[in-house]
């Protein structure tokens, strides 16, 4: 064969071929190391799963007061309000509110009774006081935050600042007349 004539290729693998070959398995298996822990970490585990919902009973809260349970490691105030608190909330006109919102959107329909909320104030998270008639509850008649003085009514909403958001209303549904869940809006019968 002379000069410059071209060769046939060859096609037995070279050296170059197994390094890049090598390279390339070792690339995969990495990959599959990698990700492994970081799909593990995306499921819950069983006990956050347990912890999503609570079931609570209402009986043993007395009407004007209010307990604390914890969801998700947050403080949830349950209130049985008074006939007379259920009016205050229903009557205060939205254009005094400084986050509006009406008192109906709040409370599930047919138990009005009932208000759910964090019990987190939205200025910088304190636990306000009120559960308890005995605590300082603030003109509006909720409750009072120790840290600034912020005070929420009887749906929960802000009326005095700092605090610029009402309190928030965690998911729940009735499971009956005495029981609710929070953690879901919806309840599956099965
Ligand atoms: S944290 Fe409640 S008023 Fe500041």
Not at 58 to 87: N, S
């Amino acid at each position: 064969m002379t000069e410059g004539t071209l060769k046939p290729q060859s096609h037995k693998p070279t050296r170059r071929d197994f390094l890049l070959l090598t390279a390339s398995a070792v690339g995969a298996v990495g990959t599959a190391y990698f990700t492994w822990p970081f799909i593990d970490s995306m499921n819950p585990a069983a006990d956050i799963l347990a912890q999503s919902t609570i079931d609570v009973d209402l009986t043993p809260i007395p009407e004007g007061q209010a307990i604390t349970v914890v969801w998700r490691g947050k403080p949830i105030f349950v209130r049985k309000r008074t006939a007379e608190e259920i009016r205050a909330a229903e009557q205060t006109p939205l254009s005094e509110l400084i986050d509006p919102e009406a008192d109906q959107a709040r409370v599930k329909k047919g138990h009005d009774q009932w208000l759910i909320v964090v019990g987190i104030c939205t200025h910088l998270g304190c636990i306000p006081t009120g559960n308890k008639p005995t605590q300082n509850r603030g003109k509006y008649g909720g409750w009072s935050c120790p840290c600034h003085g912020s005070l929420y009514d009887t749906s929960g909403r802000v009326r005095h600042g700092p605090a610029p958001l009402n309190l928030s209303v965690p998911p729940y549904a009735f499971l009956s007349e005495t029981h609710i869940r929070i953690g879901t809006d919806e309840v599956t019968h099965g």
